[in-house]
């Protein structure tokens, strides 16, 4: 009895003392006299300089249905300001922060974009605060004096960019008083098409988030081409933790916030379902990478809030270097990549045929960053061999770009075109390319009635291929290894639905741009990118070629998991790989090189090729093919003036290498998932 006295006493002591949650329904707790107790200390006065211009109804939209999924149409415009200011946490500072950055940064003569300007309210206060400032002020902030007289103004260029005719309808209307002072120009367009041009200031708030994955990175990159040097992208995004239980948590606590700013939790509930798959968020790390991938430098946040966060990124500004420093004469400078325009030119960002490919929204992100990290990176290639590449990649472009009248794939020679097709200028550049692109390592070839005699008669080995192929018609293939895309062209003459060829050489791509400008064909594509991709393929792949690839990896049966994984049920793989002759469940580790080849790394023998394949889930192992390696097939040619199988050989004794090894031999198998 004495217990639970003692307690009954101390639990009501606790309560008069502990803290109080406020009754957000209730004006005054009845304390004091009826004093309000809630807002302790200082008066609190908003905190931002210009009150927003803010216009419409109150949003109800999803109080009894709303847009599903949701869409920036005439409803949502009608409630739009009152929904983004109270749903977004610091909208109101993120514009206000705006204001100082974009006065440090923006240069006269220069634009400044808004990329998703909705309703105009962000350039309407950029806007009206250039009316009072001055140049005296070095551009490092605005003062409290809103005068609208021009002579204090400094004339600014605005363009704000938005696919709905009603936002841009009601942000002409809200700028109208604007175009007195200032340059406005307000686009109805989708923002992709846009070509931002001379700016020292893009905005873009909550717009990334609702632009397909498969473009982001393009629309990133085409914003930093536009940006003068040293120009400023402000970006907010709505962000998603890398933690699925903090992101969560995070959605609770954002949920919240909504309710204090009077939406129910039927709003709330309605309107997350509306937005699901149509507003697609990044997580942090994600968007600092994409940024970095698309040139942008000094990446840093500004404002956040929970899972509201607003970045600054700066283009990267030229280097400068005083040269008459003796000290910098006499320091070795770092190595600089150097500028590769056109080659870059020739990256598809993320083409649309990968979105229809890989369904999965975080597999499909994932290799889209995958293939702006290998392409940007070029192989760690020379500044010699790049400068080469980008003047390889110019010509490719200056080539027409058809769909020729003659394209053979049931021959031995790939033949694209004729020379009739061509004018004279065209076939001298052409000439001018495929002599550049020596060695030419797949073929043979026929282009426009150029002859390419390869250094891999890679009929050959299509021959060998040919009676045991699966039925290809309809069917989702890769090549593994393309190479500059020969057989991929070859698969052709099976109706394929798609083909998707991987491999990292940037030499092989050239020549495989150079084919598909020439040819106008759209099913096959080319991936720069290694063989650890296909996991991000999952469940793509109704056929697989892995030819000439597995002794040249580090680790086979991790690779063949990988080509499992991306392989659909029932599928097959077809696989070509080097080794050597015997029964043994061995594999020769070359210790540097092999036949002169830097790279190889396990040459096995036919039962350890099977062994590795059963290790890898594969079944039904069939052997195609098993022969020495011959130097009809691989060898020294005009079109290939490098050392080949021959010179690799020991002269003395042709069943081994110049290293002393056992000849290689060539094994084609099939083998089933």
Not at 12 to 20: E, F
Not at 220 to 236: F, R
Not at 331 to 346: C, G, H, R
Not at 351 to 367: A, F, G
Request: neutral net charge; contains cysteine.
């Amino acid at each position: 009895t004495f217990t639970a006295l003692f307690t009954f006493l101390f639990t009501q002591k606790w309560s008069s003392i502990s803290g109080k949650k406020i009754n957000r329904e209730e004006n005054k707790e009845e304390d004091g006299g009826g004093e309000d107790r809630r807002n302790l200390g200082p008066e609190r006065k908003p905190e931002t300089l210009y009150e927003l211009d803010l216009r419409g109804r109150t949003d109800r939209i999803y109080e009894h249905n709303g847009p599903k999924p949701f869409k920036f149409d005439e409803e949502v415009v009608s409630v739009f300001d009152d929904m983004v200011s109270r749903s977004v946490p610091l909208y109101c500072e993120v514009i206000d922060l705006a204001i100082y950055w974009v006065q440090r940064y923006y240069t006269p003569g220069t634009r400044i974009y808004d990329l998703g300007c909705s309703t105009g309210t962000t350039i309407d206060i950029l806007a009206k605060s250039f009316l009072d400032y001055s140049s005296g002020s070095g551009g490092k902030g605005h003062n409290n004096t809103q005068s609208k007289s021009a002579s204090k103004a400094i004339r600014c260029h605005f363009v704000g960019v938005d696919n709905s005719e009603a936002m841009v309808q009601s942000c002409r209307q809200k700028l109208e008083w604007a175009k007195d002072i200032h340059s406005v120009d307000i686009h109805c367009t989708d923002i992709l098409k846009v070509k931002v041009e001379n700016a020292s200031f893009v905005i873009m708030n909550y717009t990334l988030q609702f632009i397909p994955i498969v473009h982001r990175q393009e629309l990133l990159v085409s914003i930093n081409a536009g940006l003068c040097e040293g120009g400023i992208l402000l970006i907010s995004e709505k962000v998603r933790a890398e933690c699925s239980e903090l992101q969560e948590t995070s959605t609770n606590i954002y949920e919240d916030f909504k309710r204090r700013r009077n939406y129910t939790s039927r709003e709330i509930a309605r309107k997350k379902e509306a937005l699901m798959n149509v507003l697609v968020p990044y997580t942090e790390k994600e968007i600092r990478h994409n940024l970095n991938a698309a040139g942008f430098s000094s990446i840093e946040i500004i404002a956040k809030w929970n899972n509201f966060t607003t970045f600054i990124a700066r283009k990267k500004p030229p280097v400068q270097v005083n040269t008459t420093s003796s000290k910098l004469k006499k320091a070795k400078a770092p190595k600089q990549k150097i500028s590769t325009p056109s080659l870059d030119a020739l990256l598809e960002i993320c083409p649309v045929y990968l979105s229809d490919l890989v369904t999965d929204s975080k597999l499909l992100h994932s290799l889209c960053l995958k293939r702006m990290e290998e392409f940007y990176e070029k192989g760690g290639l020379s500044n010699q061999t790049l400068k080469q590449y980008d003047e390889i990649a110019r010509l490719i472009q200056e080539v027409p770009s058809t769909a020729s009248k003659k394209l053979i794939v049931n021959a031995d020679e790939l033949t694209i075109g004729s020379p009739d097709e061509l004018t004279s200028s065209d076939m001298s550049t052409l000439e001018k390319c495929v002599d550049l692109l020596k060695p030419w390592k797949k073929g043979p070839l026929n282009l426009f009635g150029i002859r390419i005699d390869a250094e891999w008669r890679s009929d050959f080995k299509w021959k060998r291929l040919q009676n045991s192929l699966p039925k290809m018609k309809g069917k989702v293939i890769c090549d593994l290894g393309c190479g500059n895309g020969y057989f991929m062209y070859r698969m052709l003459e099976y109706e394929p639905k798609l083909v998707v060829g991987i491999d990292p050489n940037l030499h092989a791509l050239l020549e495989f741009k150079l084919f598909s400008r020439l040819s106008g064909v759209e099913n096959i594509h080319f991936e720069y990118l290694r063989g650890d991709v296909m996991p991000s393929f999952m469940g793509a792949f109704d056929v697989v070629f892995c030819l000439g690839v597995l002794y040249h990896t580090p680790d086979p049966i991790g690779m063949l998991k990988d080509i499992h994984k991306s392989m659909k049920g029932n599928s097959t793989l077809i696989v070509d790989c080097q080794g050597i002759d015997g029964d043994d469940h061995i594999a020769l580790f070359p210790q540097k090189r092999y036949t002169n080849m830097k790279g190889v790394f396990f040459l096995p023998t036919l039962n350890t090729l099977k062994h590795w394949l059963q290790r890898a889930q594969f079944l039904d192992f069939e052997v195609i093919f098993s022969e020495e390696l011959s130097i009809e097939e691989q060898r020294t040619t005009d079109w290939a003036p490098i050392r080949s199988l021959k010179d690799s050989l020991d002269p003395n004794d042709s069943t081994r290498t110049v290293e002393g090894y056992p000849r290689a031999h060539r094994f084609y198998v099939r083998a089933r998932k």
